[in-house]
C-alpha cells in the first residue's frame, strides 16, 4: 500500500480531456516536488512532468501538472490513443521514522 | 544524450544475492546536479524505489529494503551496482537504472533518463 494515493483507472474518449490525481499528506506531496511518469506497454518510465508544474523538453504542452496542499494532479487534454499507458506519481516523502522517495499506485489510462 | 544500460544475470536462485550494474553514457556520472537510483516494478505491480548513489558514494536507501541492499559507484567506469541479498521470488522484477535529479542532498525533484530495463527473475 502506497503512501500516495491514486485511482486505479481513468477512461475518457479521444479528444477529451482527463485528470489523474495523486494524494499524499504534508510529509511527502505537501512540503515536496511531486514528479509524474508515463509507462508505456513494454517501455521504461518516462518523465513528463517535474517540480509540480514543469514539462522537461519534448513533451507536448498537452501534459500539465498541479500542486494544491498535499495533493498533485496530472492533466492531459486532446487525448490521443498513444496516451493509453500507466500514469505514476512521485515524491520524496520524509516523516518522522524514516524517509525516501515514493511512487503511487499508478492510474491506467484508457483511451475509449 | 544521456544513456543508461542495465546488464546482469536474468535469473537469480532464491536466497542467493542478485547484481546487477548500469553503465552511464554521454553524460557524466561525476555530475553534482544528480544521483543515480534503481527502481524495480514486480509483475502486475507499481514502481518501487530501491535507493540512489551520488558520485561521491553517499547512498539512500528505501527502509523497506535497506537491510538486504547495496548500491555502490565506480566513476572511473561510469557505471553504479546495485546488490540486493537472500532474494526470494517477491524480488522478481523488472530493475531499472535511472538518472536522480538533484544537487547532494536534495532528492526531491525525480527521474530524469532512464534505462531500458532487465527482468530478473528469482527461481531454483
Known amino acids: 500500500q502506497s503512501v500516495l494515493t491514486q485511482a486505479p483507472s481513468v477512461s475518457a474518449a479521444p479528444g477529451q480531456k482527463v485528470t489523474i490525481s495523486c494524494s499524499g499528506s504534508?510529509?511527502?506531496?505537501?512540503?515536496?516536488?511531486v514528479s509524474w511518469y508515463q509507462r508505456l506497454p513494454g517501455t521504461a518510465p518516462k518523465l513528463l512532468i517535474y517540480e509540480d508544474e514543469k514539462r522537461p523538453s519534448g513533451i507536448p504542452d498537452r501534459f500539465s501538472g498541479s500542486k494544491s496542499g498535499a495533493s498533485a494532479t496530472l492533466g492531459i487534454t486532446g487525448l490521443q490513443t498513444g496516451d493509453e499507458a500507466d500514469y505514476y506519481c512521485?515524491?520524496?516523502?520524509?516523516?518522522?521514522?524514516?524517509?525516501?522517495?515514493?511512487f503511487g499506485g499508478g492510474t491506467k489510462l484508457t483511451v475509449l | 544524450q544521456l544513456q543508461l544500460q542495465e546488464s546482469g544475470p536474468g535469473l537469480v536462485e532464491p536466497s542467493e544475492t542478485l547484481y546487477l550494474t548500469c553503465i552511464v553514457s554521454?553524460?557524466?556520472?561525476?555530475?553534482?546536479?544528480?544521483?543515480w537510483g534503481w527502481i524495480r516494478q514486480p509483475p502486475w505491480k507499481g514502481l518501487e524505489w530501491i535507493g540512489s548513489?551520488?558520485?561521491?558514494?553517499?547512498?539512500h536507501y528505501n527502509p523497506s529494503l535497506k537491510s538486504r541492499v547495496t548500491i555502490s559507484v565506480d566513476t572511473s567506469k561510469s557505471q553504479f551496482s546495485l546488490k540486493l541479498s537472500s532474494v526470494t521470488a517477491a524480488d522478481t522484477a523488472v530493475y531499472y537504472c535511472a538518472r536522480h535529479k538533484g544537487d547532494y542532498g536534495d532528492l526531491s525533484r525525480g527521474f530524469d533518463s532512464w534505462g531500458q530495463g532487465t527482468l530478473v527473475t528469482v527461481s531454483s
Open positions: 512521485g515524491t520524496w516523502d520524509r516523516s518522522l521514522s524514516a524517509e525516501g522517495w515514493v
Open positions: 554521454g553524460g557524466s556520472i561525476s555530475s553534482s546536479s544528480c544521483y
Open positions: 504534508s510529509s511527502n506531496i505537501g512540503n515536496n516536488y
Open positions: 548513489i551520488y558520485y561521491s558514494g553517499s547512498t
